[in-house]
């Protein structure tokens, strides 16, 4: 099994740019993608990025292509998730997760993310 820890949520303004952080433990071996998700109040979660483990191929949704930067480290276990220009439609509570044997089946507890007007 994996540990997924995230970090730097916050609340900025929008145009702004935050910078997410998240560290693997445990069964870090196993990872083959590490991902961002987010989910919105009275949404589903949905897809944000991903990044493949070995060969740092990244992989975007449409919706953050060309705003959002994955991004990954792994001699620390981290991955990232640099968010710039910042929409309201960005706010949600943003989940790092670890796909092994096939499927995301790791996540992290979320940070929250929240984009003023």
């Known amino acids: 099994q994996v540990q997924l820890l995230e970090s730097g949520g916050g609340l900025v303004q929008a145009g702004g740019s935050l910078r997410l952080s998240c560290v693997a433990s445990?069964?870090?071996?196993?990872?083959?993608?590490m991902a961002w998700f987010r989910q919105a109040p009275g949404k589903e979660r949905e897809f944000v990025a991903s990044i493949t483990w070995n060969g740092g191929r990244a992989n975007y949704a449409d919706s953050t292509r060309g705003r959002f930067t994955v991004s990954r480290e792994n001699a620390k276990n981290m991955v990232y998730l640099q968010m710039n220009n910042l929409k309201p439609e960005d706010t949600a509570v943003y989940y790092c997760?670890?796909?092994?044997?096939?499927?995301?089946?790791?996540w992290g507890q979320g940070t929250q993310v929240t984009v003023f007007s």
């Open positions: 997760a670890a796909r092994t044997l096939g499927s995301y089946n790791n």
């Open positions: 445990g069964r870090t071996r196993s990872v083959s993608v």
